[in-house]
């Protein structure tokens, strides 16, 4: 059974701050992993996908990496801006079907 | 391109009453999927339909809800009779396909707020 754990719960960073979230999962065979962001009240806007053949992707200031040996992917936030509070999500598909495995989510505070 | 569809974004019912919560997946997308998001969790999925067909409902509680895509486009999710534990967001997605491996990503809706009273 796939489980995915995210680290810290919560985190506050000023304003033009690089930072890191991490994303744990117990089951390194995945096919891909999804990184996902949720504004209060909102749904989830997908932020980035890691083909389970590739280590990393980006998108602007994201980028996002995925180590399968060490059941690991983190996402960094370059220059971080007050519009980038929000939650932050990761989910794997739990075997071949795609239903996603929910990380219980890093909510972000960007503070002026 | 128009995005997943939901409605209604919220819902206030009382304790045995019922609900129906309706979505519209993004043109094209043949797999579609219902979440609930419990607050200060992970979506958890409830049911996966590939067209109109249901690929897996493991975790639907099926004495109490059930959900339909007849026409393999737009999809119903219902509760009958709902509980207080059924307080939570519930999350519609698509994708185009349904496998993992085919490198799928999923689109999510606004959801819908369903509080039970």
């Known amino acids: 059974k796939q489980e995915v754990t995210q680290i810290p719960a919560a985190l506050s960073v000023p304003e033009g701050e690089n930072l890191v979230l991490n994303c744990s999962f117990t089951d390194s065979a995945i096919y891909n992993l999804q990184w996902f962001r949720q504004d209060p009240g909102k749904g989830l806007t997908s932020l980035l996908l890691?083909?389970?053949?590739?280590r990393e992707q980006t998108s602007g200031r994201l980028n996002a990496s995925l180590d399968k040996s060490s059941g690991r992917s983190t996402l960094y936030i370059a220059a971080s801006q007050p519009g980038d509070s929000a939650t932050y999500l990761c989910?794997?598909?739990?075997?071949?079907?795609?239903?996603?495995?929910f990380g219980t989510g890093t909510r972000l505070q960007v503070t002026l | 391109e128009a995005g997943v569809a939901q409605s209604p974004r919220y819902k206030i019912i009382e304790k045995r009453q019922s609900v129906a919560f309706w979505c519209n997946p993004i043109?094209?997308?043949?797999?579609l999927y219902w979440y609930q998001q419990i607050l200060g969790q992970g979506p958890k999925l409830l049911i996966q339909f590939q067209n109109n067909g249901v690929v897996d409902d493991s975790q639907l509680p099926k004495d109490r809800f059930s959900a339909e895509r007849l026409k393999g486009v737009d999809s119903t999710l219902k509760i009958q009779p709902a509980k207080l534990e059924d307080s939570a967001v519930y999350l519609c997605a698509s994708s185009y396909f349904g496998l993992a491996g085919v490198g799928n990503e999923q689109f999510f809706g606004p959801g819908t707020r369903l509080t039970v009273l």
């Open positions: 043109s094209g997308h043949a797999t």
């Open positions: 989910a794997s598909p739990f075997g071949p079907a795609s239903k996603l495995t």
């Open positions: 890691i083909q389970s053949s590739q």
